[in-house]
């Protein structure tokens, strides 16, 4: 099946310092990846929808100057954590899906990011 | 109001022994997909299963079945011949939506944690 990759899978950064977080898709083209974050022993709550070659969509709530998105290509969609502090700290994780899926199955994500912020 | 409900925080079944993980969905969508999806501590999201609503039959992927009421509007995931490396998170996971357009995230259910004791 596709493969999604995310990297890094840990982190830990200090405070303040900026932290980019990178998923690719493998082995097909992805319009469309989702950024996703995981609370502990939470659900995932969407962050934001990346569109390839235009602005991302935020879900209200999420500061798009802190979280900074970029799609550049059909394989890669990149998030970064600007001045992070320790409420940041949390579980990050993407999805993406092919460019020509038809069948509306399944949504590939990526291993996911545990950034710590100290 | 939550459109995926997952009312089991937590649920134990002995090893080789059927369980059923309960999952409701509230949508006004006449099309949509429902998904099941593992998840163990290392944090990846397993891709189990999945239903569309048009599909009269229930899915079956191995152990792995969903039952599909859909006038209820529910979709519990049932895992035949539990086994210790069940043990995990399972979220229920609805994209809303017309067939193909791909471009909808997930909204996830709030998880229930299933541990499979020998």
């Known amino acids: 099946g596709a493969v999604v990759s995310q990297h890094p899978s840990r982190v830990i950064c200090k405070s303040g310092t900026s932290v980019k977080i990178e998923c690719r898709s493998l082995d097909f083209q992805a319009t469309t990846m989702f950024w996703y974050r995981q609370f502990p022993k939470k659900s995932l709550m969407l962050m934001a929808t990346s569109n390839e070659g235009s602005k991302a969509t935020y879900e209200q709530g999420v500061e798009k100057d802190k979280f900074l998105i970029n799609h550049a290509s059909l394989t890669l969609s990149t998030l970064t954590v600007t001045s992070a502090h320790p409420e940041d700290s949390s579980f990050y994780i993407c999805?993406?899906?092919?460019?020509?899926?038809?069948?509306?199955?399944?949504?590939?994500f990526g291993q996911g990011t545990r950034l710590t912020v100290v | 109001a939550q459109k995926i409900t997952q009312t089991q925080p937590g649920m134990f079944v002995q090893e080789k022994e059927a369980v059923t993980l309960d999952c409701t969905y509230d949508?006004?969508?006449?099309?949509?997909?429902l998904f099941w999806y593992k998840q163990p501590s290392s944090g990846e999201m397993i891709f189990l299963i999945y239903?569309?609503?048009?599909?009269?039959q229930n899915a079956t992927e191995g152990r792995y079945s969903l039952n599909f009421q859909k006038a209820r509007k529910s979709a519990n995931l049932v895992i035949s011949a539990s086994q210790l490396g069940d043990s995990a998170m399972y979220f229920c996971a609805m994209r809303e939506g017309r067939r193909g357009t791909g471009r909808r995230a997930l909204t996830f259910g709030s998880g229930t944690r299933l541990q499979v004791q020998p």
């Open positions: 239903q569309g609503s048009y599909d009269e």
């Open positions: 999805s993406a899906r092919e460019a020509l899926d038809r069948s509306n199955t399944e949504a590939f």
């Open positions: 949508t006004s969508d006449q099309s949509y997909g």
